[in-house]
């Protein structure tokens, strides 16, 4: 037979490890709702950085031919005087895997002044939408 205090202290050991694992889980719960947190938060400043490098690849085009290009695909080829390509195809794709939308007319910026410049942006899987700037 065992002693009361073998027998309290196999006890304690026991609420010990139990305590441990339960710190171990949460550790984990935490870490998963964290990183997936941090991915969508990078998700979001890449789809912005690539829309500010469209956006500022239709002001080089814009220099180059006297108007801003009629759709992104205008930005892909090199024309006759060697100018171009602006971008890369993997450039004009978000980060959801959908491409950048652009408008000549620039009216998609609601309660924004308006503007001549055209817009670049695109919109996330939960809605969100990332203008260049």
């Not at 205090?5 to 490890?17: D, E, S």
């Not at 239709?58 to 390509?85: F, R, S, T, V, W």
């Not at 195809?89 to 980060?95: H, V």
């Amino acid at each position: 037979m065992s002693s009361p205090t073998a027998t309290n202290r196999l006890a304690r050991r026991l609420r010990l490890a139990a305590f441990v694992v339960v710190v171990c889980a949460f550790g984990v719960i935490i870490a998963i709702v964290v990183g997936k947190y941090w991915a969508g938060e990078l998700q979001a400043a890449t789809a912005r950085m690539k829309a500010d490098e469209i956006a500022k690849a239709c002001d080089k085009y814009m220099i180059d031919h006297g108007e801003y290009p009629h759709e992104l695909a205008d930005l892909l080829a090199a024309d006759q005087n060697g100018k171009g390509p602006y971008v890369t195809r993997d450039t004009l794709t978000d980060p959801w895997g959908q491409p950048y939308r652009y408008d000549l007319e620039g009216s998609h910026r609601s309660g924004r002044v308006e503007t001549v410049l055209p817009d670049v942006y695109c919109t996330s899987p939960n809605g969100r939408t990332f203008f260049a700037r």
